[in-house]
């Protein structure tokens, strides 16, 4: 099993970018997907989850209205449309595949936001 993250990096406040999870090893289609985030001294936080049809999408308040989760079932991969980042944003982005007792992680992508 393996989740490849990417599109990670540094941007100015107000900017956006796409993160990308590559998925291998399992039926993606049956999982639902999920991004967390992690910042050092502090707990993985959800930030979106996707249903494994697409039908039904979840945001961290914080992230409402800036954030846009998708997936391509066809292709493996689930994504993360950011835009108006803000410095709060800044963490370690986490991709996760789950389904019923498997919970699959990949090594994360960092975004840092700042001026």
């Known amino acids: 099993v393996q989740l490849v993250e990417s599109g990670g990096g540094l941007v100015q406040p107000g900017g956006s970018l796409r993160l990308s999870c590559a998925a291998s090893?399992?039926?993606?289609?049956?999982?639902?997907m999920k991004w967390y985030r992690q910042t050092p001294g502090k707990e993985r936080e959800l930030v979106a989850g996707?249903?494994?049809?697409?039908?039904?999408?979840n945001y961290a308040d914080s992230v409402k209205d800036r954030f846009t989760i998708s997936r391509d079932n066809a292709r493996s991969t689930v994504y993360l449309q950011m835009n108006n980042l803000k410095p709060e944003d800044t963490a370690v982005y986490y991709c996760?595949?789950?389904?019923?007792?498997?919970?699959?992680w990949g090594q994360g992508t960092q975004v840092t936001v700042s001026s």
């Open positions: 996760n595949a789950w389904r019923f007792t498997d919970s699959y």
């Open positions: 996707i249903g494994s049809a697409s039908s039904r999408t």
């Open positions: 090893g399992f039926t993606f289609s049956t999982y639902v």
